[in-house]
């Protein structure tokens, strides 16, 4: 399974990104994706998951309301639209999937590369 992250970039405070992650193989609807961020010095942490089938949504408590996370399931792709962006939201940004809902990255078995998000102040 390959999974595929674009869209990163540099804006400045208050800006928009949409972030893409495209999946190689059928993402079956019992499957989570998900996305996490890792800033320098830091671990890498839980952002927002879908869940394939349903479209339920989750969310990092400090991104709610400024992030949104879709899927195109024609086209196996996940969406991150990130809106309002502050200089705390840099970091790269890493997609993943997996079997069940968890907001920590072990149980998530498949990653993508990462893109990197820059927000100046």
């Known amino acids: 399974v390959q999974l595929q992250a674009c869209g990163g970039g540099s804006v400045q405070a208050g800006g928009s990104l949409r972030l893409s992650c495209a999946t190689s193989v059928r993402t079956f609807s019992s499957h989570v994706m998900g996305w996490f961020r890792q800033a320098p010095g830091k671990e890498r942490s839980f952002v927002a998951a879908?869940?394939?089938?349903?479209?339920?949504?989750y969310y990092e408590e400090s991104v709610k309301g400024r992030f949104a996370v879709s899927r195109d399931t024609t086209k196996n792709t996940m969406y991150l639209q990130m809106n309002s962006l502050k200089p705390e939201d840099t970091a790269v940004y890493y997609c993943?999937?997996?079997?069940?809902?968890?907001?920590?990255?072990?149980?998530?078995?498949?990653w993508g590369q990462g893109t990197l998000v820059t927000v100046s102040s």
């Open positions: 993943a999937r997996a079997n069940e809902y968890a907001t920590t990255p072990a149980p998530y078995k498949y």
């Open positions: 879908i869940r394939w089938g349903t479209g339920r949504t």
